[in-house]
Structure formats: structure tokens, C-alpha cells
């Protein structure tokens, strides 16, 4: 007998027997195998668990066989085909996209009874799911497309004509890609790209998810977080399975509070928030700050001493805040500055928490004309501006007329100089004792000098306030759409249980 022992991902040892022979009965067969198991430490339960762990999934694999077949049929257009191999997967595997993707083959195939059948299967086994609303309106439509038409009514003299409704159009449809996620141990939470974004789902999860990469992080209580990089299509069958190691030096603590969706700080907070109550996660050995924190509240700072291998759970209470808070935001905020009474308080969009009262608030866009605006902020409540930027008039035409206008005063300045010139030179000849005709030319010469000296310098002034004007003259003011909401939580009991109320104007 040849025993194998498996080192598997999750740190236990696994076992495959191969090569049986003929063994003799008794205590040798016995000791064999106790001591087997004595030399990998394990106990009995322990390398049946680890065997069974190993096994592969043989019906999701046969399923994801199913799925590519069928999607290769897909594409060949060999729709009823497709259809079969679909429902073949969803006999292996009862995933609900299995029956999405064979009602659209069926619909693909012109068979629309049997495409609307499979519709409503497919919502039956997910009645929640994210394009429930829209394939209630496919089956609606199938259904109008199926149902026998009207019979003719009689025309009636001098009645108008009677209208018929058109005949619905499906849109156009495809079938959608599945991922199937899950863990070793079951129950483990999965957060997708980052623990900001809030939990996504826990273990087994099967759904359809976005044509795009995208980072899936796996934790569970005394477990080591693991963390894989998948990408989504929608014509394939992504298989995740993450076994999870056990963690004896970390400690394992979950921080609620009674505000769902706090952000929640650890140690630091110029790093950023690490993730939303109810969060939960695995820590370093001593002492650590927790910061909790949610717009309309105040801050709460609560020191924690984790243990390594423990388990911990720490309750923050959030008490409403004294201040209120402004919100830039809109299309095209990006950049603005933002000054509150005077000081600088953000780089839009951003939100930033003002004492409650009477507030001017300034937001600059290069640009754009300022927005500016005297606001009531009121205790607890959040103003949210969306300002609609006006563009500021170009200065472009303004400086081009600047440039003329110093040109023409500067072509006034060289024939005024031209006419003093020749001024001058007839006056020496004068002094000098010379004879001058009233016919020299340098008198019709300087005279036109100076009118042209004249009406350029006119020019150039004109065009000098002009550009003036130019430069001062400003475009529509900038505005803004102003919200103002005031929410709340709070724990609430009643007859059927507890939970967290929320309140709030709107």
C-alpha cells in the first residue's frame, strides 16, 4: 500500500491511496494505518475533512463544461442548441443565469413561448435580482407579441379610424457570464476591490458581475484575508475558490455602531478610512486607536487592546453632531476652491463642517465666473450646492485690441516726432538767417505729420477703453441648486424585533 499525503493550500494534509495490494488482515493492517496518522499528527476526523476538501466540485465543473459548450454554440448561432447545453448546466448547478441565458437562446430562435416560460423561471429563482424590472417587461412584451390579434371591427360612416397598437420590438439581448465564489470555511465575507465599498456578499455567492477586472477580498472570523484578482466575462464561468488559513497571531475584531455606514479609521486617519460599520477584520497584538465617524455626527476615538488568536467585538455610539455641513458637488466641480467666510476651506467637490448659522460661501473655477452666495447652515443638516458654471468671456479679443491700440499710439509718437522734425529744421533755417518760402515742403509735410499723429493717437485711445471694457466685463453669474437634508439614525425597538430607524428631511 502507497499513502500520499497532500499539502493543501490551507496548511492541513490531505490523503490518496493508490496501489492496494493484497494486505494481510488483522493487527498489521491496523498498525499500518494508525501509524500513518500518527506520523502526520492528524486524527481520523481531521484527514477525512481534509480529503473531502480536496475533492473537486465534480458537478460545477461538469456545469462550467456545459456553459462553455453552450456558449460556443452561442456564437455559432446554433441557438437551440445553445438552449440545451444551458439547461444541461442548470441540471448540474441550479444557477439562475443558467435560465437567463437559455430563454435568450430560445428567443435568439424565434421559439418566444418558450423563451417567456424560461423568463419567468429565471425570475422565480431570482426575484431580486438586479435586471428583474427589465425582463418583466420582455415577458410582458413576449407575451402582447404571442397574443392572437383583434378581429377587425367594422367601419361605421363618419366614425373615426380605429387605432391599433404596434407590436412591440425586443430590444436587443445577450446572455450574461457567471461567477461562482467560494471558501473554505463557508460564511466568509467578500468585499469587492476595496473594504470601503461596503460588504458585498458572503460564501457560496453566484451572480453575474461586469465585463471588467475586479479584486475580490475574502475574511472570516480567525482566518487569514485573502485577496484575488479575477476578470469577469460575459461568456465565461469564473470558478473561485479560496481556502482560508487559519490566523493564531492576529486578533479578529468587528466594531459596529449605532450608525450603519460610519466610516471607521484604525490608527491613522491620514491614510484613510479602512472600511464602513459594520466593519470587521484582522489587527496586530496591542493597542490600537479606533476612529469612527459619519457626516452629521460627532467623531468618536475608542482605544482597543487586541490579543493574538482572540475575538472581539466593540460597539461605538455616535451622538448627533452640534455642526452642519456644506457640499460642493455637480458636474464639473472638479477643482473649484472653496472658501468659507472668507478662508479657504476645500478643493471641490468636497464636503467640509461649518458651526451652524449664517454663512458666505465662495467657489472659484478657473475659467468660470465665481459663485458666490450668503447660506443657512442648520445644526446636524447637510446644504448641498450643485453649481452650474458660466463660462467666463474670452480675454483673447481683448488683448488683441490692446495690441492695436499700443500700436496706434505708438504710430502717433513717431509722426508726432516726424512733425517736430521737420518744425525744428524749419526753425534753424529761420535762426540761421536763411530765406523760407512759404511753399517749403516741410510745412506740408509736418502738417500731415501732426493730423496723423493726431487721429492715431484718437485711435488708439478708443481702442485702449475698449480693451478696458474687455478685460472688466464679465459673463452671467455662476449658480447653484441648493438641498438641504437633516438625517438621523437610531436604534428602534417594536413588537416584531429591533433595528435602526432613520429620519430625515428631504
Known amino acids: 500500500m ?135 417587461v420582455r415577458i410582458d412584451a413576449i407575451k402582447t407579441i404571442l397574443a392572437p390579434p383583434p378581429p377587425p371591427a367594422a367601419a361605421v360612416p363618419g366614425a373615426p379610424p380605429v387605432v391599433v397598437a404596434p407590436t412591440p420590438v425586443l430590444p436587443a439581448i445577450e446572455t450574461k457570464g457567471l461567477v461562482v465564489i467560494d471558501s473554505k470555511p463557508q460564511g466568509a465575507t467578500i468585499y469587492l476591490d476595496s473594504k470601503t465599498n461596503g460588504v458585498f456578499a458572503k460564501t457560496p455567492w453566484q451572480g453575474s458581475l461586469e465585463s471588467k477586472p475586479v479584486k475580490l477580498l475574502l475574511e472570516a472570523k480567525g482566518f487569514k484575508p485573502e485577496e484575488r484578482s479575477i476578470g469577469p466575462r460575459s461568456d465565461k464561468l469564473v470558478d473561485v475558490y479560496i481556502a482560508l488559513s487559519e490566523e493564531h497571531f492576529l486578533g479578529w475584531v468587528e466594531i459596529v455602531s449605532n450608525v450603519p455606514g460610519a466610516e471607521v479609521f484604525i490608527d491613522r486617519k491620514d491614510i484613510g478610512a479602512i472600511g464602513r460599520t459594520p466593519f470587521t477584520g484582522h489587527l496586530k497584538p496591542g493597542k490600537h486607536a479606533i476612529f469612527v465617524e459619519r457626516m452629521g455626527f460627532k467623531p468618536v476615538r475608542q482605544d482597543i487592546d487586541v490579543l493574538p488568536g482572540t475575538a472581539t467585538q466593540h460597539m461605538v455610539k455616535l451622538e448627533k453632531g452640534d455642526n452642519g455641513w456644506v457640499n460642493i458637488a455637480g458636474r464639473g466641480a472638479y477643482g473649484a476652491r472653496v472658501s468659507i467666510d472668507d478662508k479657504f476651506a476645500c478643493t471641490a467637490p468636497c464636503r467640509t463642517e461649518v458651526t451652524p448659522g449664517q454663512h458666505r460661501v465662495l467657489a472659484q473655477k478657473d475659467g468660470f465666473e465665481d459663485y458666490e452666495a450668503e447660506l443657512r447652515v442648520d ?42 522734425q521737420n518744425r525744428d529744421g524749419v526753425r534753424s533755417d529761420i535762426d540761421g538767417g536763411g530765406l523760407i518760402d512759404s511753399n517749403d515742403p516741410r510745412y506740408t509735410r509736418g502738417k500731415w505729420q501732426a493730423i496723423g499723429a493726431d487721429v492715431a493717437f484718437g485711435i488708439g485711445a478708443l481702442l485702449a477703453i475698449s480693451a478696458t471694457i474687455s478685460f472688466l466685463s464679465h459673463g452671467p453669474e455662476s449658480t447653484a441648486g441648493v438641498d438641504q437634508r437633516l438625517i438621523g439614525f437610531g436604534p428602534e425597538l417594536t413588537a416584531g424585533g429591533g433595528g435602526v430607524a432613520a429620519w430625515g428631511r428631504f
Open 2 to 136: 502507497n499513502l500520499n499525503f497532500l499539502l493543501n493550500g490551507s496548511g492541513g494534509i490531505g490523503y490518496r491511496a493508490r496501489g492496494w495490494g493484497p494486505l494481510r488482515r488483522g493487527r498489521t493492517t491496523a498498525a499500518v494505518v494508525v501509524g500513518a496518522v500518527l506520523l502526520t499528527g492528524l486524527s481520523w476526523s481531521q484527514l477525512a475533512r481534509a480529503a473531502d476538501e480536496a475533492a473537486p466540485d465534480v458537478d460545477l465543473q461538469a456545469a462550467k463544461g456545459e456553459f462553455e459548450n453552450a456558449q460556443t454554440l452561442f456564437i455559432k448561432e446554433q441557438f437551440d442548441d445553445a438552449a440545451t447545453h444551458f439547461l444541461a448546466a442548470y441540471a448540474r448547478k441550479p444557477f439562475p443565469a443558467f435560465l437567463f441565458n437559455a430563454a435568450v437562446s430560445y428567443e435568439k430562435a424565434q421559439k418566444l413561448e418558450k423563451a417567456g416560460e424560461f423568463f419567468q423561471k429565471y425570475l422565480d429563482q431570482a426575484p431580486t435580482a438586479a435586471d428583474a424590472g427589465a425582463v418583466k
Open 379 to 420: 445644526k446636524g443638516a447637510e446644504t448641498s450646492l450643485e453649481v452650474q458654471w458660466s463660462p467666463r468671456p474670452s480675454r483673447k479679443g481683448a488683448w488683441t485690441t490692446a495690441a492695436l491700440a499700443a500700436a496706434f499710439v505708438g504710430g502717433g509718437f513717431y509722426l508726432g516726432h516726424l512733425s517736430n
